[in-house]
């Protein structure tokens, strides 16, 4: 592929990271806004107009099938593109920059499945939800770094951002091993056929982005009556997608990954995360107890997020600098990195996402699930936000970029 100079290579990666976090850190402000929209109609006299329009059936699924298989699957998409490119164009497209936000994902991962575990654990029918509390929400994340600013430095804010992106790519795999369906062979040969046509595509430099689009509908479709969640199409067209741009240009930004990623990017953060947000955060709220909230599957989740992702994140984090593994973000200190690994423990969009895959059908565990989630994710943010607010800095501020 060819490359720009080394100077306007680095100045496009931190254009394109600040574009980033403009649009996630401003989608999850609105996220915060909708949460809270999806709460008050769930509980207002306008709760049977909004329960019965989310099961409202438009061409054999649900409206709120739509929006988890169908819209999410392009959020899926975008995802897919990001890990893409930043594996082999970006911040984690080098080992010493992977080492620390995937040592501190994989803690991140583990000890939150662990302590569901623990408490659901005189409960086997709760035991396929281990996987809630695993994954952060970044759009969410990173609006409560949004609103802290220039107090927490930038290499703090790209941490968060690979942690998240890995911490993503760990979701996709949990989601494609444990949480399929009885799989249609038929389906699957299908879907392989398209996914064929789609590296071939790649493999023959096709850079106009409407046959992957084409293809890739075919494909999620497949997946769809396969077994396997039809959102997975959404990564697996990601993964074709060409990085180089066309021969007949030079400039990065006309590959076509980078015209869907910049495509995309908008339309996900205020669009379809939103919908998504609205469309499940709510819950009645109505015979609320402190016996509910201390159930077992509600604190599991909210205790594996709340406890289990920052215990994950810091010491799996911590262990790795210690030893020399990976060095600390420039310009950060322990205890500014501690409440970013408090901010870690924001779940929502994933969470949510995993929860109904978990316990599909089940309204009564569906809305233990979303309160866990929503009260995990609401410890985690008001306690990150308050650590972050009076952490002292560092009296040197390191510019730009990070030291991953």
């Not at 909708?34 to 099961?55: E, H, R």
């Not at 695993?134 to 770094?145: E, K, N, Q, S, W």
């Not at 609401?378 to 040197?396: M, Q, T, V, Y």
Request: proline residues 5%; neutral net charge; hydrophobic residues 55%.
């Amino acid at each position: 592929m060819d490359r720009p100079d080394s100077k306007l290579a680095t100045k496009r990666r931190i254009t394109l990271m600040r574009k980033f976090f403009d649009s996630e850190a401003s989608g999850g402000i609105i996220l915060m806004g909708v949460t809270v929209i999806a709460l008050v109609l769930a509980n207002s006299p306008l709760a049977d107009l909004y329960f019965g329009v989310l099961k409202t059936y438009v061409l054999g699924l649900s409206v709120l099938h739509w929006i988890n298989d169908a819209l999410m699957a392009v959020f899926f998409l975008l995802v897919g593109l990001e890990i893409k490119r930043e594996m082999l164009d970006g911040q984690l497209s080098t080992w010493p920059r992977r080492i620390l936000p995937g040592i501190a994902a994989l803690g991140g991962m583990i000890v939150p499945a662990l302590v569901y575990l623990a408490i659901t654990w005189d409960e086997p029918q709760l035991h396929h939800g281990w996987a809630i509390p695993a994954a952060t929400d970044i759009a969410f994340a990173l609006g409560v770094l949004a609103v802290l600013g220039s107090r927490v430095p930038t290499s703090l804010k790209i941490f968060l951002t690979a942690l998240a992106i890995l911490d993503d790519l760990g979701a996709i795999v949990i989601i494609a091993l444990f949480y399929t369906s009885d799989l249609s062979l038929a389906m699957l040969g299908a879907a392989a056929l398209c996914l064929i046509a789609l590296v071939a595509f790649n493999r023959l430099n096709v850079t106009s982005l409407v046959p992957y689009l084409l293809v890739g509908a075919v494909l999620w479709f497949f997946v769809l009556k396969s077994g396997i969640h039809a959102t997975l199409a959404g990564v697996a067209l990601a993964l074709t997608v060409p990085l180089q741009p066309n021969p007949k240009k030079t400039r990065e930004e006309d590959a076509p990954l980078h015209r869907l990623e910049h495509a995309l990017h908008r339309p996900v953060a205020y669009g379809i995360i939103p919908i998504f947000g609205l469309a499940n955060a709510g819950v009645a709220l109505s015979g609320l107890s402190l016996d509910v909230l201390l159930s077992p599957l509600p604190l599991g989740i909210a205790m594996g997020l709340f406890i289990g992702k920052q215990l994950g994140v810091y010491a799996f984090s911590s262990a790795a600098i210690h030893f020399g593994l990976a060095d600390m973000p420039a310009g950060a200190t322990r205890l500014q990195c501690y409440g970013v690994a408090l901010l870690c423990g924001i779940g929502f969009t994933m969470s949510l996402f995993i929860g109904a895959l978990a316990f599909p059908e089940n309204p009564e565990l569906t809305d233990a699930t979303k309160i866990g989630v929503l009260m995990g994710s609401a410890l985690s943010a008001l306690a990150g936000f308050a650590l972050l607010s009076f952490a002292p800095r560092e009296k040197i501020q390191v510019r730009e970029a990070s030291s991953m």
